[in-house]
């Protein structure tokens, strides 16, 4: 692959942005890193901008901002807030936007990269819960390409290449189970921040890592899968598969079942995300030997055990406002599980009751999504406050 691609990266401090970097440096004559955004680690951000010399740098606070104005190079331009986010994604010299952010907070940068004709490799799911029909048919609008990086999304992406999608029967997530798996619902009382975020197979940040143990994450990833890909909720399952070898899987109409396996790396999908349609060696040496592993398990999905699976797939069903109101709730009530102001199960029964208490709006423009976002949000701090 010989293209120079220029690369724009939101969230580069997280657990995905430090990835993409990894791979940004492992081929600096394939890739320049031409602006990131983070939000409040300002030390590590320093260490990324000497290093990548980047041209535009944007931070969560305008404290931040007077911090480090006086410490980046002259090259680097930096600003703030969320027309920082903007101004990062939309970068003129950039091709391709990495949406590594966290949250929601994704969408508007994306809508902005898209319209300015960026391709949008992206990880932050929440943008795509939140807000699907607007960020798809902006996609499409502007004949802009949507990659995932999201582990099971890329395995889809990848076991559909060279496919068609009317002839692809389902669509099957494989889910470990998270960091509770082996405990049934009486045994989650009293569960700690700390037990939550040991995830037995993947090390990502802490949202994602307490979203896998509520199973929210593959609540949310059905509905990501739904919007990249066009398949009916009703041709979306989910296995149980606590390895997590195989990424996922696509079923077609013929019963051949085409999955992607590979050891639990998203430099991986992050980087054919990156490389596609082409293909570079990993940054990793480390290769699948499945003699070593022997066995892969399966078991059948008990939704009343993981009952923000049920949430999910109700809210995609409904659609219009639900999955905004879900995703929202998600967020908010999950921060304050990680503040220890929230015990585990009560994360849950915060999103039922802000699922409950809305009314639907069905074709939401954006200016409602943003609303219906923000009155969640408050809804879950008057909650629990
Ligand atoms: N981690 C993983 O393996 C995977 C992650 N994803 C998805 O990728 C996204 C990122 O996840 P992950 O990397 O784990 O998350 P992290 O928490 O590790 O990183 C989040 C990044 O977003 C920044 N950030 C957070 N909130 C804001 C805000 N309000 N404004 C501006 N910047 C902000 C953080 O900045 P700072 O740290 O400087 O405060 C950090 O750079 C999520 O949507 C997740 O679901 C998908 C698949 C796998
Ligand atoms: C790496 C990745 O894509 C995560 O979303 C991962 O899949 C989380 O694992 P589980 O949600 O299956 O526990
Ligand atoms: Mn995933």
């Known amino acids: ?48 901008i000497h290093e990548f010399l980047p041209k535009l740098v944007s931070v969560q606070s305008k404290e931040d901002y007077d911090k480090l104005i006086h410490e980046v190079p002259s090259t680097t331009k930096v600003v703030y807030g969320a027309e920082g986010l903007i101004e990062v994604a ?91 798996r082996d405990r049934s619902r009486d045994q989650l009382e009293g569960v700690t921040v700390r037990e939550a975020l040991n995830h037995p197979n993947w090390s990502m940040g802490a949202k994602i890592t307490i979203d896998s143990a509520t199973m929210m994450n593959k609540g949310l990833e059905v509905i990501e899968a739904y919007w990249l890909f066009g398949i009916p909720y009703e041709k979306i399952d989910v296995v149980l598969h606590k390895e997590s070898i195989i990424h996922s899987m696509v079923e077609y109409i013929d019963g051949s079942v085409i999955a992607q396996l590979g050891t639990p790396d998203m430099r991986g999908p992050i980087q054919y995300a990156l490389t596609y349609p082409n293909r570079l060696p990993a940054v990793s040496k480390e290769r699948l030997h499945l003699w070593e592993l022997g066995t892969l398990n399966f078991t059948k999905l008990d939704m009343d055990r993981f009952r923000c699976m049920k949430f999910a797939y109700d809210a995609g069903k409904t659609g219009g406002t639900m999955p905004t109101v879900l995703n929202a709730a998600n967020e908010v009530a999950v921060a304050y599980f990680l503040e220890g102001k929230l015990s ?42």
Do not use: C, W
Request: hydrophobic share 45%; aromatic share 4%; net charge negative.
């Open 1 to 48: 692959m010989r293209v120079l691609k220029h690369i724009s990266l939101l969230g580069s401090t997280g657990s995905i942005g430090t990835q993409t970097l990894d791979v940004i440096r492992a081929y600096p004559n394939q890739f320049t890193l031409q602006s990131m955004s983070v939000g409040k680690n300002t030390d590590l951000a320093l260490k990324q």
């Open 90 to 180: 939309t970068v003129q010299e950039s091709d391709v936007l990495v949406n590594a952010v966290l949250g929601s907070v994704g969408l508007a940068p994306t809508l902005a990269a898209i319209q300015a004709g960026k391709t949008i490799a992206i990880a932050n799911k929440e943008t795509l819960v939140t807000a699907g029909h607007i960020v798809t048919e902006e996609a499409k609008r502007h004949h802009v390409s949507l990659i995932p990086v999201d582990s099971e999304h890329s395995a889809i992406f990848q076991a559909l290449n060279g496919e068609q999608i009317k002839e692809v029967d389902r669509l099957i997530l494989t889910a470990s189970g998270g960091s509770f």
């Open 344 to 385: 585990f199960l009560e994360i849950e029964h915060m999103i039922e009751q802000a699922l409950e208490g809305h009314t639907v709006l069905k074709q939401p423009t954006l200016e409602e999504i943003m609303a219906v976002d923000a009155e969640t949000r408050a809804f879950i701090h008057s909650t629990i406050k």
